[in-house]
């Protein structure tokens, strides 16, 4: 399974929304500009993103978009199904060799976990090894 520009640049769409969680409203533009991104093709993206109820725009000078739910309460699973359809790597045939089938199971499964149990909210917040301090311990 390969996810498209869609999917990569909604996480990101959605991303920029919980780091201003509770701020009021952020337009495309400020998010299509600080990721060097085009704003036209994120405007393509926020449209099924505010069908799914996921955000909610805000019109007017200071408009733009908000998230509808709490950071923590949206997963990645979420934006991926909106933007990209359904999780699987391959289409499983019944007629397929069940060894076969039951890997394309497992691996179907397994990205599921990953992506439901992954919320905006780490996304956003998300420090990684590179920004944690090492501690050398000396006997």
């Given at each position: 399974m390969k996810i498209s520009t869609k999917g990569r640049y909604g996480l990101t769409i959605m991303m920029a929304?919980?780091?201003?969680?509770?701020?009021?409203?952020t337009s495309l533009k400020s998010i299509a500009q600080e990721h060097n991104l085009s704003e036209h093709y994120l405007e393509q993206l926020i449209a099924p993103l505010r069908n799914a109820s996921l955000v909610k725009?805000?019109?007017?000078?200071?408009?733009?978009?908000?998230?509808?739910?709490?950071?923590?309460?949206?997963?990645?699973?979420?934006?991926?199904r909106v933007l990209e359809g359904p999780i699987t790597p391959v289409e499983i045939i019944d007629d397929e060799e069940?060894?076969?089938?039951?890997?394309?199971?497992?691996?179907?499964?397994?990205?599921?976990?990953?992506?439901?149990?992954t919320t905006i909210d780490d996304l956003a917040n998300y420090e990684g090894e590179e920004n944690q301090e090492y501690y050398m311990f000396y006997i």
């Open positions: 929304l919980a780091r201003k969680h509770g701020e009021g409203p725009s805000v019109r007017g000078a200071y408009g733009g978009y908000m998230l509808a739910k709490e950071p923590g309460e949206i997963t990645a699973g979420d934006v991926i069940p060894a076969k089938r039951d890997l394309w199971i497992k691996i179907r499964d397994a990205v599921k976990e990953v992506l439901d149990s």
